[in-house]
């Protein structure tokens, strides 16, 4: 059974700094692309962020220079650290593994950036 677990989101002001991480089971994870997604209300889901088997990075612009995705494919494990946060960074972040045909979603973690 595939699990992926994020964790680290919450309330924070502009300017400041979030790390979110997301836990991974049941896949054979240094294999997987994993990436870091977003979404706000009305809107379609959006990439922020990928970090592929061989640690290649790809950001979106908006979020390029600010963010940082790594992985630690001893704990089987990706996070992404959030630096220099706006207002219009608040979404629910989900967590995705790809690899070939296959591609799982966590449940989502809510980021709100907020005075």
């Known amino acids: 059974q595939v699990q992926l677990v994020e964790s680290g989101g919450g309330l924070v002001q502009p300017g400041g700094s979030l790390r979110l991480s997301c836990a991974a089971s049941g896949i054979l994870f240094r294999t997987y692309t994993m990436g870091w997604y977003r979404q706000t209300p009305g809107k379609q889901r959006e990439l922020v962020a990928h970090?592929?088997?061989?640690?290649?990075?790809d950001y979106a612009d908006s979020v390029e220079g600010r963010f940082t995705i790594y992985r630690d494919n001893t704990r089987n494990m990706v996070s992404l650290q959030m630096n220099s946060l706006e207002p219009e960074d608040t979404a629910v972040y989900y967590c995705?593994?790809?690899?070939?045909?296959?591609?799982?979603w966590g449940q989502g973690t809510q980021v709100t950036v907020s005075s």
């Open positions: 995705n593994a790809f690899w070939d045909y296959r591609s799982y």
């Open positions: 970090i592929f088997s061989n640690n290649n990075t």
